[in-house]
C-alpha cells in the first residue's frame, strides 16, 4: 500500500533522513520506533509533503507522491494526525470535525461518520458544541483522530498520539487504535512509547539518526535484546 524507498529529507545543511526505505501493506499496524531526533516524525511530514524530499521515492497505492501538493494527498487517501494535536482551537468540537472532513465528496454520509467518531470518542459527544481550545490534552488527541477520520481514509498516520496523556488515557487511546485498524483502516504510528506501539503493532522499523536500523515483526522487536534495553526498558 505505502512505499518508501531510498528517502532522503534535509534541513538546511542537515541530513535528517539518510535514505530509509519501509513498506506498509494494506491492513497493517506499523509503527516507526526510535529516540527523539532519530526522524520519525520528519518520516511522517514526508509522506504528507510538509517537508520536501531531496531524493528517493514515495508511493501509495501505486500512486508516486513525490509530485502531489500536500492537499492533494487527503483525497488519495491518506490523513495525518499531526504530534501536538493541532487542533483549531476557536472552533467547536462538531466543527472541527467537518473540517476534517472538507475533502469528502459523499456530504451525505457524513452524520453517520461523525456519529462513528462519537461512538469512539463519547467525550466528543458530550462537548461538540465546545470550543476545541478549552479540552483537556487527552480530549484534544481525541478530536485530532476524529477529525482525520472524517476524511474516511485509507491509511492514517498517527505522530506520538500518546504524547502527555494520563497511563489511563494512553490505554484506552491504543485501544482506539486496534479498534479502527479492525475497522479496515491501516495505520503507520509514530510512537516514542515503544512496549505500547509494539503491543498494537504487526511490525516495525527502528530508526536510529535517519537511518532504519532494525526491522521485523512486533514480536521480534520485542524480544530483541538490544530493543529491550534501549527502547523498553528491560534486560
Known amino acids: 500500500m505505502l512505499k518508501v524507498v531510498d528517502l532522503e529529507v534535509y534541513y ?26 532519530a526522524g520519525k516524525t520528519t518520516t511522517l511530514n514526508s509522506i504528507s509533503a ?20 500536500a492537499y492533494q494527498r487527503i483525497y488519495k487517501g491518506i490523513a495525518h494526525v499531526p504530534e501536538g494535536r493541532r487542533v483549531f482551537s476557536r472552533m467547536s468540537v462538531k466543527e472541527n470535525l467537518e473540517m476534517g472532513a472538507y475533502s469528502r465528496r459523499d456530504k451525505g454520509s457524513l452524520n453517520r461518520d461523525a456519529q462513528r467518531v462519537y461512538e469512539h470518542f463519547p467525550r466528543l459527544k458530550e462537548r461538540r458544541n465546545q470550543l476545541a481550545g478549552t479540552l483537556s490534552g487527552g480530549e484534544q488527541q481525541m478530536l485530532a483522530i476524529g477529525r482525520a477520520l472524517m476524511s474516511n481514509p485509507t491509511l492514517i498516520m498517527m505522530d506520538e498520539p500518546s504524547m502527555g496523556l494520563a497511563p489511563i488515557l494512553v490505554s484506552e487511546i491504543f485501544q482506539i487504535i486496534q479498534d479502527i485498524n479492525k475497522q479496515g483502516t491501516t495505520v503507520l504510528l509514530v510512537e516514542q ?5 509494539l503491543s498494537v503493532a504487526d511490525r516495525g522499523y527502528v530508526l536510529e539518526t ?21 527502547y523498553l526498558g528491560t534486560a
Do not use: Q, Y
Request: hydrophobic share 45%.
Open 193 to 197: 512509547n515503544a512496549a505500547m506501539a
Open 12 to 37: 538546511g545543511a542537515i541530513k535528517a533522513l539518510k535514505g530509509i526505505s519501509f513498506h506498509v501493506n494494506k491492513g497493517e499496524i506499523v509503527t516507526l520506533i526510535g529516540a527523539n531526533g
Open 50 to 69: 510538509l517537508v520536501p524530499i531531496k531524493s528517493g521515492s514515495v508511493s501509495f497505492m501505486d500512486i508516486d507522491l513525490k509530485t502531489l501538493p
Open 210 to 230: 535517519g537511518n532504519v536500523v532494525i526491522e521485523g515483526t512486533a514480536k521480534e522487536l520485542s524480544n530483541n535484546p538490544e530493543i529491550k534495553r534501549a
